[in-house]
C-alpha cells in the first residue's frame, strides 16, 4: 500500500477572506486520499506582482511555491486572495504542474461580490473546494475531462465552477486511484 499523499496548503499573501480552511481541508480530504495541512510561511510575491494590470502573475507565483524546500510532501496548493493572470489571458482562476508538484488558486474571483451579487459563504467555500480539486487534479496527470459531472471539466467563468460536482467522474477517479 502507498503512504497517504500529503498536501501543504500555502496561503500566497494574505488569508483569503471568508475563507474556512479547516472545511477546505475536510472537502478535499473526502474526496482525494490526501492529508492536507495548512503551512503559513512567510512568502515574498511582490516580484510576481504586474503592477498596470493588478494581477499577480500566476506562473511567478507557482515558481516560488515549486522554490520551496520539499518536506516530505508530495504537493503544495497555493491560495492567494489576489487576482490572478498569464500573459495571454485577462485572468485565470488558477494554475498547475501537470504531473508535478505545484498547484495554486485564487478567491479574487470566486466571491458573489466581485460579481455584484451579495455574500454567500457556501457558494465561495463550494467554488474553492472545487478550483483546489480541479488544480490538484492537474498535478496527479489529469487534463481537462470532457465529461459533464467532472471537477476537472475547463472553467471560463464562475457559472462554469458552479455548474460542474466537487467530485471526478469515473474514468478521472480511476485515474487517481492509480496515481494516488
Ligand atoms: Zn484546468
Ligand atoms: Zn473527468
Given at each position: 500500500m502507498r503512504s497517504m499523499q500529503v498536501v501543504r496548503i500555502i496561503p500566497l499573501?494574505?488569508?483569503?477572506?471568508?475563507?474556512?480552511f479547516q472545511s477546505l481541508i475536510m472537502g478535499l480530504e473526502q474526496v482525494l486520499p490526501l492529508q492536507c495541512r495548512v503551512e503559513a510561511i512567510p512568502m515574498d510575491?511582490?516580484?510576481?506582482?504586474?503592477s498596470s494590470r493588478k494581477q499577480y502573475h500566476s506562473t511567478e507565483l507557482l515558481a516560488n511555491l515549486v522554490s520551496l524546500p520539499e518536506r516530505g510532501e508530495q504537493r503544495v496548493l497555493g491560495i492567494t486572495p489576489y487576482d490572478l493572470f498569464i500573459p495571454?489571458?485577462?485572468?485565470?482562476f488558477g494554475q498547475a504542474q501537470l504531473n508535478n508538484r505545484a498547484a495554486l488558486f485564487s478567491t479574487f474571483r470566486l466571491h458573489n461580490e466581485f460579481y455584484g451579487m451579495p455574500h454567500a459563504a457556501e457558494t465561495l467555500q463550494s467554488r474553492c473546494l472545487k478550483e483546489a480539486l480541479h488544480e490538484l487534479g492537474h498535478t496527479f496527470?489529469?487534463?481537462?475531462?470532457?465529461?459533464?459531472?467532472?471537477?476537472?471539466n475547463s472553467s471560463t467563468y464562475v457559472e462554469d465552477i458552479d455548474l460542474k460536482p466537487a467530485d471526478f467522474c469515473l474514468p478521472c477517479r480511476e485515474h487517481l486511484q492509480d496515481v494516488c
Open positions: 499573501g494574505a488569508h483569503p477572506r471568508d475563507v474556512s510575491i511582490d516580484a510576481a506582482l504586474d495571454v489571458l485577462t485572468f485565470v496527470g489529469l487534463r481537462h475531462c470532457l465529461e459533464l459531472p467532472c471537477v476537472m
